[in-house]
């Protein structure tokens, strides 16, 4: 063991040298976990001084009589509550506009968030614009928007997730579509992430079993591509701290929380999607998101996720099983899993034992002998078993749709520098191919 740490030592020192990264950063969001969570809002929001309430949400979650409790807990003390329920599912340019306009007009000190993704990813941005102005398209990331970076921090933001996937509430992203360019990017900076995340499972019970699948494949797949990840010394080194990424790829301490993440993936996301009563499997999910949000909110994500967006983004025909009927769009869980085993086929050669150990996570198993389909097998079993889609093919797409498919995946440039091999147009191409049909 000294030998091994000894020589990796000396690999680094090496490295240095030849001007790749050192450093890399450990930052989280501060979670309060644990059934009842939620109810200790109003003590939170007055602990961080904040007098004026933005309460983003989105109608689902009102209705469920979940977003009227929060901004009661919340008034209780003695706070002022204005409510913005209009945050849409798979959020745009345009819905973020809506409420990031209601946020400047609104004269608010601080953001709460209670829904899913969309929800607080929506609080995200309207904190960003309320607090520095401009426009959203400005701090879109490159080469889709202007890539600009916020000059200071944010006014507080507190996060409660309803849904046991995204894991917003420990990452500095946010994520949307751009319908016009027929693409889906993000916003991504330290400062996106939320003050404080309150991970109550109760909120999730009466989640259709069809989000839990897509929620919970996210979980999956964020926690397995941040482990097989380019390493973060095996990267260039950032000219200043202020260009150090995000995502800065595979590093010891993301490796544990991905780690949990994958375990607790395998062990009860398909309890979780047959039985929405099963407390334990509700609550080991929802800690599982947070986990793989921290995860890979240090260490990134690469393939799967650059080849969701224009999956999601280009066609908007879909209309999914268990979401609300308003508009067609594809979850964002299962427009990542879906090229997953494909992607993982194609990295295995880079890090085979890292591609073994997501196997033996996902299964609970001791794996002797793996090989490039040994992980693919695992993820198609698991995608089977929660009901999700079979491949592209099922979301609407076919062989003549790969060529644009690979065009908006090229520009998440942010995340594929994550992967842990080079990743060509070609092989992007034969990814989406291979995805068509997974089974």
């Not at 309207?126 to 701090?139: C, K, N, Q, R």
Request: proline share 8%; with cysteine.
């Amino acid at each position: 063991m000294g030998a091994e740490t000894g020589n990796r030592a000396g690999e680094r020192r090496i490295m240095a040298a030849n001007g790749n990264e050192t450093i890399f950063t450990m930052e989280a969001t501060p979670l309060k976990y644990g059934q009842g969570a939620s109810e200790e809002v109003g003590w939170e929001v007055k602990r961080l001084g904040v007098n004026r309430v933005m309460l983003v949400s989105d109608p689902g979650v009102v209705e469920a009589g979940i977003t009227p409790r929060i901004q009661e807990l919340i008034e209780a003390e003695g706070i002022e509550v204005e409510v913005f329920e209009r945050a849409r599912v798979e959020p745009t340019a345009d819905s973020f506009q809506e409420a990031a306009d209601f946020a400047k007009e609104g004269g608010f000190d601080g953001f709460v968030a209670v829904g899913g993704g969309t929800s607080i990813d929506t609080a995200k941005v309207s904190d960003l614009i309320a607090t520095h102005g401009g426009e959203i398209m400005d701090y879109v990331n490159p080469p889709v928007g202007g890539g600009e970076a916020p000059p200071s921090p944010l006014m507080p933001l507190l996060a409660i997730p309803t849904t046991s996937g995204t894991g917003a509430e420990a990452t500095t992203v946010a994520i949307l579509d751009i319908p016009e360019q027929r693409v889906k990017t993000g916003i991504s900076h330290a400062y996106l992430r939320p003050n404080r995340g309150l991970v109550d499972p109760n909120l999730t019970m009466s989640l259709p079993s069809e989000v839990t699948s897509s929620a919970g494949l996210d979980v999956v797949c964020h926690a397995a591509e941040s482990y097989i990840s380019k390493p973060y010394d095996e990267r260039p080194k950032a000219e200043s701290p202020d260009e150090r990424p995000p995502y800065q790829g595979a590093n010891p301490i993301a490796d544990m929380w991905s780690s949990k993440a994958l375990e607790y993936g395998g062990k009860y996301l398909r309890r979780a999607v047959e039985n929405g009563e099963d407390v334990e499997a509700r609550g080991a999910m929802m800690l599982g998101a947070s986990l793989a949000g921290i995860g890979f909110g240090s260490a990134g994500v690469h393939i799967p996720h650059a080849c969701a967006y224009p999956i999601a983004g280009l066609k908007h025909e879909y209309q999914p099983p268990g979401y609300p009927k308003d508009h067609p769009f594809v979850p964002h869980g299962w427009s990542v899993i879906v090229t997953s085993p494909a992607a993982f086929r194609f990295t295995y050669d880079a890090m085979p034992e890292r591609h073994r150990h997501v196997a033996e996570l996902l299964s609970g198993e001791t794996i002797e002998k793996t090989d490039e389909n040994t992980l693919p097998e695992i993820l198609i079993q698991l995608m089977q078993d929660v009901g999700a889609p079979s491949g592209v093919r099922e979301l609407g797409y076919d062989e003549d749709d790969i060529d644009d498919l690979v065009d908006g995946a090229m520009k998440q440039e942010r995340l594929l520098v994550g992967a842990p091999k080079e990743v060509t147009e070609e092989d992007l191409a034969n990814i989406l191919r291979e995805s068509m049909e997974n089974w």
